[in-house]
């Protein structure tokens, strides 16, 4: 499985459908989250950027992974294969060794 990275750049007037479809949208990024495809999702102060990464066997399956979200037609993204990807893991408590 090879590891992706999505650039979105964000519509800059947010209209009142866009707005509407941002539950359903995190909705659905949520289930991509919880099936391990999404490994990270990041929107900019400003709200201009998003950024993912997510794990696909190649780029037409990240390419149908957003072609699935509801904002996605609003949006204008740039898929880049990752060579390596690496983060901390903030979900594990420390391990006290006593």
Same mark, same amino acid.
């Given at each position: 499985?090879?590891?992706?990275?999505?650039?979105?750049?964000? %519509? $800059?007037?947010? $209209?009142?459908? @866009?707005?509407?479809?941002? %539950?359903? =949208?995190?909705?659905?990024?949520?289930?991509? @989250?919880?099936?391990?495809?999404?490994?990270?999702?990041?929107?900019?102060?400003? =709200? #201009?950027?998003?950024?993912? $990464?997510?794990?696909?066997? #190649?780029?037409? *399956?990240?390419?149908?992974? !957003? #072609? #699935? @979200?509801? !904002?996605?037609?609003?949006?204008?993204? $740039?898929? =880049? *294969?990752?060579? !390596?990807? *690496?983060?901390?893991?903030?979900? !594990? %408590?420390?391990?006290?060794?006593?």
């Amino acid at each position: 499985m090879k590891q992706y990275l999505i650039d979105c750049d964000l %519509p $800059t007037n947010l $209209t009142a459908e @866009f707005i509407s479809l941002i %539950p359903k =949208h995190r909705e659905q990024v949520d289930g991509q @989250f919880a099936t391990g495809k999404i490994t990270s999702y990041t929107l900019s102060q400003d =709200h #201009s950027k998003l950024w993912l $990464t997510c794990k696909a066997v #190649s780029e037409a *399956e990240v390419m149908d992974l !957003l #072609s #699935s @979200f509801a !904002l996605t037609r609003f949006m204008r993204c $740039t898929v =880049h *294969e990752l060579m !390596l990807y *690496e983060k901390a893991n903030e979900n !594990l %408590p420390q391990v006290a060794l006593n």
